[in-house]
Nanobody, 123 residues
Framework: VQLQACGGGLVQAGGSLRLTCAAS????????MGWFRQAPGKEREFVAA????????YYEDSVKGRFTISRENAKNTVYLQMNSLSAEDTAVYYC?????????????????WGQGTQVTVSS
């Protein structure tokens, strides 16, 4: 299984970015997907997750109302739309594939991870 994340970059505070994660190697639509991030000197933290159907989504409190996770099963792709970005959102963002059809905030329930994409928000 391979997960390829892209879409990161440098953006000013208040701006937007859309991250994309393309999956290959297994039936994408059978599995939940998640986004996590890791800032310098901090532990990896949960950002958002979506179940196999796309009908159920979960967000970390600080991104609720600003970030939106979605998926296109026909394209084996999951997205993270990030709006109203602030310096606190600066981190490497990782997409991950869940062990099952659900979704979770717990990193250990994901068994495949992408390489990460850097998001830098300048204040």
């Amino acid at each position: 299984v391979q997960l390829q994340a892209c879409g990161g970059g440098l953006v000013q505070a208040g701006g937007s970015l859309r991250l994309t994660c393309a999956a290959s190697g297994r039936t994408f639509s059978y599995y939940g997907m998640g986004w996590f991030r890791q800032a310098p000197g901090k532990e990896r933290e949960f950002v958002a997750a979506i179940d196999w159907s796309g009908r159920n989504t979960y967000y970390e409190d600080s991104v609720k109302g600003r970030f939106t996770i979605s998926r296109e099963n026909a394209k084996n792709t999951v997205y993270l739309q990030m709006n109203s970005l602030s310096a606190e959102d600066t981190a490497v963002y990782y997409c991950a594939s869940h062990t099952g059809f659900g979704a979770s905030m717990v990193a250990t329930t994901y068994n495949y991870w992408g390489q990460g994409t850097q998001v830098t928000v300048s204040s």
